[in-house]
């Protein structure tokens, strides 16, 4: 019985293709943040998010506006909990 390579798809026996396709996914990963960076900074309505922990993750320029912070005040910073609302 002859021994024959197990094959993987997407994979060619020199291991070339794997390295190809590894190259795309980044390409489309970095254009994807790209887009998404984008789109939630020229929002004209805010947008927070947290981790699971309630820290800020996401602080766009609709909530800087709104909320009279800068990004980088809060973003690992604060909960939104924690801190007042300029206009009250």
Not at 34 to 44: K, T, V
Not at 45 to 73: C, H, K, P, V
């Amino acid at each position: 019985m002859s021994e024959t390579a197990s094959h993987v798809p997407g994979e060619d026996p020199a291991g070339k293709t794997d390295g190809i396709i590894e190259a795309r996914g980044r390409d489309g990963l970095l254009k994807a943040a790209a887009l998404q960076s984008a789109i939630l900074n020229s929002a004209s309505f805010s947008i927070i998010a947290t981790d699971d922990q309630g820290i800020i993750q996401l602080f766009n320029i609709g909530a800087e506006r709104m909320l009279g912070y800068a990004a980088d005040e809060m973003v690992n910073q604060r909960t939104p909990p924690t801190f007042p609302i300029p206009w009250m």
